[in-house]
């Protein structure tokens, strides 16, 4: 069971970036998939979570409105797309699967809810 987060980079504030989470090993389909985030000195943060239908999807409201998640089963990979992209969005960008297919809304955020990580993407916006 694999999980591989890519896609970061540096970009000026207001830009956009997407990120890719690659996954393996196990039916992708079945799980729910969720994007943390790490800044220096700052605990994990949950950003957004998918279901496994596509259908029910959560944000946080740093990010609402400005991030998109999307998964293609297909390929097995869920993507985070982040536009108007902040310096406050610096962090290194975690992808996790959840303990199961559907998010519970009080719940898609805590850490513990996930099983498996993937190593980290840093994401840097800066001018």
Known sequence: VQLQASGGGLVQPGGSLRLSCAASGFRFAGYAVGWFRQAPGKGRE???CISSSGGRNFYSASVKGRFTVSREDA?????LQM???KPEDTATYYCAR???SHPIAGLWATPSQYDTWGQGTLVTVSS
């Open 75 to 79: 390929e097995d990979t869920v993507y």
């Open 83 to 85: 536009n108007s992209l």
């Open 98 to 100: 959840y303990l199961g």
């Open 46 to 48: 949950g950003v957004s």
